[in-house]
C-alpha cells in the first residue's frame, strides 16, 4: 500500500462530489422535506383554526337560540295581550250592541202596543157605536135597522 | 511495464480483500494478512470489516429512528423526525402497494432492509482509497468498507428473508399446503417430480437472485471505482498522456459516483421491494 497522486484525485473528486450534492442532490430533497413541514403546520393551523370557527359558531349559535326563545316568549306573551284585548273589545262591542238591539226591541213592542191599544181604541169604539147603535135601533125600530144589524153582525 | 501491471492487480486485490479473522495456519487464531491466508482458513472465519461496518451502520439506523420515536410529537414534525416521517410514509406506501396481505411486520421490515442496504451502499461514494489507507496507518492489513459487496452480507439478509418466507408460507398455508404447492403444480399430482423441480428452483431462485443482485451491482460498482483510481496511479512524470488520464480519473469518478447515488438507492429499494413481494408470495394462495 503505497500513497501517491491517486489520493490527491480522490480527494478532488470528492470535494467535486460533495459540492454536486450541495448543489444538486440536497436543495431537492429539503425543499421536498421542508414543503412536507409546511403542508403539516398549515393542515395544524387550519384544523386548529376551524375549531376555534367551530367554537365560536356554537357560541353564536346558542346566543342566537336564546335570542330566538326569548323574542318567542315576547310574541307569545304579547299575542295572549293582545288575544285577550280583542275578547274584552268583543265582549264591549257584544255588550253594546245587544243593548242597542234590546233599546231597539223595546221601541217596537212599545209602538207596537201603542198600536195596537190604538186599533183597540178605534175597535172599541166602533163596537160601542155599534153597540149604540144596535141599542137604538131596537127602541125605535128594529125592522128598519135590520140592514144596520146584519151589517154589525157580519163585522163582528 | 510488468511491475506496474503487478502493483494494479496488487491494487485490485487489496481492494477486494475482506479483513478476515481465522484459525491462521500455524494454529492459532487471528486476521489474515493476505489473501492465501485468508482462503485458508476455510468457512468458519468472520469477514470483520463486513461485520463491523454492517453492524455500525445497523446500529446507525436504529438510533437515528429511536432517537425520533422517543421524542416525537403530534404537532409539525422538525428536521429529523420531519424526513423519518417522510421515509415511513414512502416505505409504508409502497408496501400497501405490493403486499396485500395482513402482516403487522412486513412494514417495519421494509424500512429496516431499506435503510440497512441502502447506508450499506452508500459507503460505496466514500473516495475508495481513505478508509483502508486510515487502515493501513494503524496497522490492519485490508478493510473493505461497503459489506453489502461481500456475498455473506449479502446472502446473511437474503437467508433471513428466506426464513421468513418458509416460515410465513407454511404458517399461512399449513405445512400441507405448502408442500402441496411445491408438488402438485403445475401439471398435477402425476407430475410431480417435474413439479417439484420447477417450483423448487422458483423458491430457491428467491433468496440467490435477492443476494446476487445486491451483491454484483454493488461488486461492479466497487470494481469500476477502482479501476478508475488505477488511472492515477498510472501517473509516469509530467506528461500530457499522465495529466490526462489525472483529469479524467478525477471526472470518472465523480460521474460514477453521481451515478452511483441512483444505483445505491435503487438497489436498496429493490432489495426491498423483492422482499416485500416474497413475504407477499408467501401469504398468497395462489393456484
Known sequence: MNINATLLAQTIMFALFVWFCMKFVWPPIVAALEQRKKQIADGLADAERAKHDLELAAKRSAEILREAKEKAGEIVIHGEKRASEIIEEAKVQAKLEGDRLITGAKAEIEQEVFRAREQLRTQVSAIALAGAGKILGREIDAKAHNDLLDKLVAEI | ?287
Open chain 2, 1 to 287: 511495464m510488468s511491475s506496474e501491471a503487478h502493483t494494479s492487480a496488487d491494487y485490485i486485490k487489496h481492494h477486494l480483500q475482506n479483513l478476515t479473522y481465522g484459525q491462521l495456519p500455524d494454529g492459532t487464531w487471528g486476521v489474515a494478512h493476505s489473501a492465501e491466508q485468508a482462503k485458508a482458513m476455510g468457512f468458519w472465519a468472520l469477514n470483520l470489516d463486513t461485520f463491523i461496518m454492517s453492524l455500525l451502520l445497523g446500529a446507525a439506523f436504529m438510533l437515528m429512528f429511536r432517537s425520533v420515536a422517543k421524542s416525537i410529537t403530534a404537532g409539525t414534525p422538525g428536521g429529523l423526525q420531519n424526513f423519518c416521517e417522510w421515509a415511513i410514509e414512502f416505505i409504508d406506501s409502497s408496501v400497501r402497494g405490493s403486499f396485500s396481505a395482513k402482516n403487522n411486520m412486513v412494514a417495519p421490515l421494509a424500512l429496516t432492509i431499506f435503510f440497512w442496504v441502502f447506508s450499506m451502499n452508500l459507503m460505496d461514494l466514500l473516495p475508495i482509497d481513505y478508509v483502508p489507507l486510515l487502515m493501513s496507518a494503524l496497522g490492519v492489513p485490508f478493510f473493505k468498507i461497503v459489506p453489502s459487496t461481500d456475498p455473506n452480507a449479502t446472502f446473511g439478509m437474503a437467508i433471513g428473508v428466506f426464513i421468513l418466507v418458509l416460515y410465513y408460507s407454511v404458517k399461512m398455508k399449513g405445512l400441507g399446503g405448502f408442500v402441496g404447492e411445491l408438488t402438485l403444480q403445475p401439471f398435477g399430482k402425476w407430475g410431480m417430480p417435474v413439479n417439484l423441480l420447477l417450483e423448487g428452483v422458483n423458491l430457491i431462485a428467491k433468496p440467490i437472485s435477492l443476494a446476487l443482485r445486491l451483491f454484483g451491482n454493488m461488486y461492479a460498482g466497487e470494481m469500476i471505482f477502482i479501476l478508475i483510481a488505477l488511472m492515477g496511479g498510472a501517473w509516469a512524470g509530467a506528461s500530457l498522456g499522465s495529466a490526462t488520464l489525472y483529469g479524467s480519473q478525477i471526472l470518472l469518478s465523480l460521474g460514477w459516483a453521481i451515478f452511483h447515488i441512483l444505483i445505491v438507492t435503487l438497489q436498496a429499494f429493490i432489495f426491498m421491494t423483492l422482499t416485500v413481494v416474497y413475504m407477499d408470495m408467501a401469504h398468497q394462495e395462489h393456484h
